[in-house]
């Protein structure tokens, strides 16, 4: 696979230099990459990489997305290791229907970093994942069609600029914008979420002001393969 198309896919991450490790080659310095990892940077073929990155993955996390955990099963033509801002990452590298490669970015569960507000209300399969598998993974730029990076989730009201609230939100929403915390989005306008003031174990969809909270299993499914359909 040409490595300067993968690198295309990932021109979003502008801001944050990407190097994409060469296949067989481990970093110097201990401890550089998760030992977890050392299977797949010191492959020299795809087929062996695409199955030291699907162990990382739990079982019991596979199964309750079966579209996405589909596609890693039967459509993922490779995973490298890259340097984003210097630290490492995976990049699953997918055909596209519709560009020549879709690829997300999975990144090292070691950077987790402090707990984002609400912890303790996310759904226990995405605590799992973030702990465990990414400390992040998206696709199409650092924020879109998975989940982001914990130190970068906020609330709606802080994206708005408005941290105590806005008003013209909270006067009309039953969950208040300061309880809704940004953890992915689809686009510019639609942002999923996760908030203490629903039932345990749902993603919520916020799109112009409509609130659906839906089973993080599906809804996270879901917004995972759809992916595959957008250019």
Do not use: K
Request: negative net charge; proline residues 10%; charged residues 25%.
């Amino acid at each position: 696979m040409d490595d300067e198309a993968v690198i295309a896919t990932l021109r979003p991450w502008a801001d944050h230099p990407v190097t994409l490790l060469e296949p067989g080659v481990v970093p110097p310095g201990e401890g550089v990459l998760p030992a977890a990892w050392l299977p797949i940077t010191q492959a020299t073929d795809a087929a062996t990489r695409r199955a030291a990155a699907l162990a990382l993955w739990p079982g019991d996390v596979l199964a309750v997305l079966p579209r996405f955990a589909g596609a890693l099963r039967d459509s993922l033509a490779d995973v490298r290791v890259c340097l984003l801002d210097g630290a490492p990452a995976l990049v699953y590298v997918f055909p596209g229907a519709y560009e020549p490669l879709i690829t997300w970015v999975g990144h090292d569960p070691r950077s987790f970093g402090a707990e984002p507000r609400f912890w303790e209300h996310f759904p226990d399969t995405l605590r799992v994942f973030l702990r465990e598998v990414h400390a992040g993974f998206t696709s199409r730029g650092p924020e879109e069609f998975g989940v982001m990076r914990p130190s970068w989730m906020v609330t709606l009201a802080d994206m708005a600029g408005t941290p105590e609230g806005v008003e013209d939100w909270d006067e009309v929403q039953e969950i208040a914008s300061a309880r809704l915390l940004v953890v992915g989005r689809e686009g510019e306008q639609m942002l999923y979420c996760v908030s203490p003031d629903t039932d345990p174990g749902q993603l919520i969809e916020v799109y112009e002001g409509d609130v659906d909270p839906g089973p993080f299993p599906t809804v996270f499914d879901e917004l995972l393969a759809l992916r595959f359909e957008v250019n």
